[in-house]
């Protein structure tokens, strides 16, 4: 019996999952599309120029983003309740399954389901609305378009999802709340940390620095932005590599859980 | 089937619950484990069942290593805590998205049990009264046919009729292949259903004896009945006063564990002394 992962055992363990939590799942669901409804229909009715490609973007990167971090920072947060997590803990599965389980409902399967309802809630609105003037091309906001960028939404989902993930296994209770505290200290803690490094290794006139991104030197009375070729490769392999610490991180998190 | 070998165990590494504890228990037992409020009863149960880590020495069950939760191992264990979960699901889903997961688990012997039980199928088990729950755990737990089943408080909650019931069942559960520990502060609950008794106190395993080798060194009796033999033990009881001797006659008296466990708590050495 292989003690690591077996297909049969994780889905099984999938299944007892989904029946152990598809009411709490469905009325979440029903929520997020509630609040994509009321406030994508309340900006159709009150603006002139309708539900707009260009509107969708924030929308879409608001409501991904912030759901997508509760949803992840509740899913394993029954490890935080002690009558939960024995049976969870004692369940004749391996932590990876158990772990695996809970990182494709919070990474895959919200990804999957947000992403058409984003786009079924825009075509309802749109179809409701008297607004009927969009070319084709403004009508439903483009992911890849090389123009806005909204693709790059998805390393800051990852990122996010990463967070949230160890601190729903971290924490006891108010995971949401002490994951995003924590977080939000951590990133004014290293970007405080990188500006004095950046500030040591070039002793004058550093401009701006941002964590995984690019320096501003000041010149001539301005800032000259200092550009390394291909940096965003460098930029997305520095988040990869702390979205792929951080879901291992979690991992072992779980391994270690004690009741 | 369990070893235990100078295991230590705290919740900070300075104040150690457990030192130094070493403990043996086989199939084919039911094993009665009592300690005072605070002993350390569901912590110990808890490292046997690896929901906490010792900080030192060893714990094996089965040859697994408990602290690392393997399916092998879980499949092999049915852990009944005081307080459970149990999700909004009837009896019958429960068992099939939970049994499965148990290799030798019996519906039938789950349903026949729970008719035993008058527990309601048709019922959420998130909706069922505390010791409605309770029940529907001990029957899970033991129609998974694991070799070995441990339980915390199981009669917490239980009503009398049902705590007969309860006593009955395990008893009938016992198989040479299967071990059970039953963990309780109350000892009359565990009449006529251990037999095996491990008294934990003060940090350690002060008794770890089968009731036949107790009752084989002790004579539990009055102090009407004493006829010059010396006394070890001394407690007011309802019916006079209540008294443990040591066995020179090699006759037989049931074990009054109550009396036996306080005798042990209240420091009195010569009962320990003598069982050793």
Redesign the interface.
């Known amino acids: 019996m292989n003690q690591t992962f077996n297909l049969n055992r994780f889905s099984k363990l999938f299944v007892k999952h989904t029946a152990d939590n598809y009411k709490t799942y469905l009325m979440s669901f029903a929520v997020l599309l509630g609040v994509l409804f009321i406030s994508m229909g309340f900006i159709a009715y009150v603006d002139n120029n309708g539900l707009s490609a260009r509107t969708q973007i924030p929308f879409f990167i608001f409501v991904y983003i912030l759901a997508g971090s509760i949803f992840t920072s509740i899913i394993f947060s029954d490890l935080g309740n002690k009558r939960k997590a024995i049976s969870i803990l004692t369940l004749p599965a391996s932590h990876f399954e158990k772990y695996l389980v809970g990182w494709v409902y919070s990474f895959v399967i919200f990804q999957l389901l947000f992403i058409p309802s984003f786009y079924l809630v825009v075509i309802i609105i749109q179809t409701l609305s008297p607004i009927k003037e969009f070319s084709n091309d403004e009508k439903l906001m483009d992911l890849f378009s090389e123009k806005q960028k909204v693709y790059f939404v998805f390393y800051l989902f990852a990122a996010l999802h990463a967070v949230a993930l160890w601190g729903s296994v971290f924490f006891k209770k108010h995971h949401f709340i002490k994951t995003a505290f924590v977080f939000l200290i951590g990133v004014f803690a290293l970007s405080y940390l990188n500006n004095q490094f950046i500030q040591f290794i070039i002793s004058e006139g550093v401009g701006t620095s941002t964590p995984f991104g690019r320096i501003g030197v000041r010149e001539n009375g301005g800032i000259t932005m200092v550009v390394i070729k291909n940096d965003y490769i460098y930029s997305a392999l520095a988040v990869a590599a702390v979205v792929i610490l951080m879901w291992t991180s979690t991992f072992f998190r779980l391994k270690e859980k004690e009741v | 089937m369990i070893k235990l070998n100078n295991l230590n165990f705290g919740y900070s590494k300075k104040k150690l619950l457990f030192k130094n504890l070493s403990l043996t228990l086989s199939e084919g037992h039911i094993y009665g484990l009592l300690g005072k409020n605070g002993a350390g009863k569901s912590t110990l149960l808890?490292n046997i069942?690896?929901?906490?880590?010792p900080i030192d020495g060893v714990c094996s069950v089965k040859g697994f290593m408990p602290s690392q939760?393997?399916?092998?191992f879980?499949?092999e264990?049915?852990?009944i805590?005081e307080?459970?979960?149990l999700?909004?699901?009837t009896p019958a889903?429960f068992a099939k998205?939970?049994g499965?997961?148990?290799p030798n688990f019996d519906i039938g012997h789950f349903n026949n049990m729970l008719n035993e039980f008058e527990v309601p199928l048709d019922s959420k088990l998130n909706k069922l009264s505390f010791g409605q729950q309770k029940k529907v755990m001990i029957a899970f737990g033991l129609a998974a046919n694991t070799s070995l089943l441990i339980m915390d408080e199981p009669t917490n909650g239980l009503d009398i009729p049902s705590k007969s019931q309860f006593r009955k069942i395990i008893a009938s559960a016992l198989t040479e292949h299967r071990c059970i520990i039953i963990s309780t502060h109350q000892v009359r609950d565990l009449d006529s259903l251990i037999d095996s008794l491990i008294v934990l106190h003060r940090q350690e395993i002060v008794l770890n004896s089968s009731l036949d080798a107790i009752s084989d060194k002790l004579t539990f009796t009055s102090s009407a009945q004493l006829n010059g033999k010396k006394a070890l033990y001394t407690e007011d009881g309802l019916g006079g006063i209540n008294t443990i001797v040591a066995n020179t006659e090699e006759s037989y008296s049931k074990v009054d564990m109550e009396l036996l466990f306080n005798a042990i708590i209240t420091e009195n050495t010569s009962v320990t002394d003598h069982l050793k």
């Open positions: 808890k069942a690896g929901l906490a880590f939760r393997l399916p092998g879980l499949r264990l049915f852990f805590p307080e459970m979960y999700p909004s699901l889903q998205s939970t499965h997961f148990y």
